[in-house]
C-alpha cells in the first residue's frame, strides 16, 4: 500500500516540478480545458491514494476513471462554450467536492495510524 503511495506522490512531484520547468505556453482559449484536465488529475491521485488505504485499489478502475473524468470534462466545456452556457463549473464543482472529501478521508486515515 504504501509503495503505490509514494508512487503516486513521486509521481505528482515529478510532473509537477517538470510541468513548471517546461517552456510551453498554451493559448488562453484552452485555459478551460487545461484547468479541467488538472482537477481531473488531481481527483484521480487523491482517489487511487484513499483506495490504496483502504486495500482496495485497482489500476483498471483508476485509468478507467482518469481517462473518463477527463474526457466527461473536455466534453463539458466544449459543449459549453458551443451553447454558449458555462458548464464546465458542474465539473469544477464536483471535482472540488471530491478532491476534499478525498483529502478529509486521506488524513483521517493518517492520524488514526
Known amino acids: 500500500m504504501w509503495l503505490g503511495i509514494f508512487f503516486a ?5 515529478l510532473g509537477t516540478a517538470i510541468g513548471l ?10 485555459g478551460k480545458y487545461i484547468g479541467l484536465a488538472v482537477l481531473a488529475a488531481l481527483d484521480s491521485v487523491f482517489g487511487g491514494i484513499r483506495a490504496s488505504m483502504e486495500d ?4 483498471v478502475i483508476f485509468l478507467s476513471g482518469f481517462f473518463a473524468n477527463a474526457l ?3 466534453g463539458l466545456v466544449f459543449l ?4 454558449g452556457v458555462e458548464l464546465y463549473t458542474a465539473a ?3 471535482f472540488g467536492v ?3 472529501q478525498n483529502l478529509g478521508v486521506i488524513r483521517r486515515h493518517l492520524l488514526k495510524k
Request: glycine fraction near 6%.
Open 21 to 30: 520547468n517546461v517552456p510551453l505556453v498554451f493559448p488562453q482559449a484552452y
Open 56 to 59: 482496495r485499489f485497482d489500476d
Open 98 to 100: 471530491r478532491l476534499f
Open 92 to 94: 469544477i464543482v464536483a
Open 9 to 13: 506522490l513521486v509521481g505528482l512531484i
Open 72 to 74: 466527461l470534462a473536455a
Open 80 to 83: 459549453g462554450d458551443r451553447l
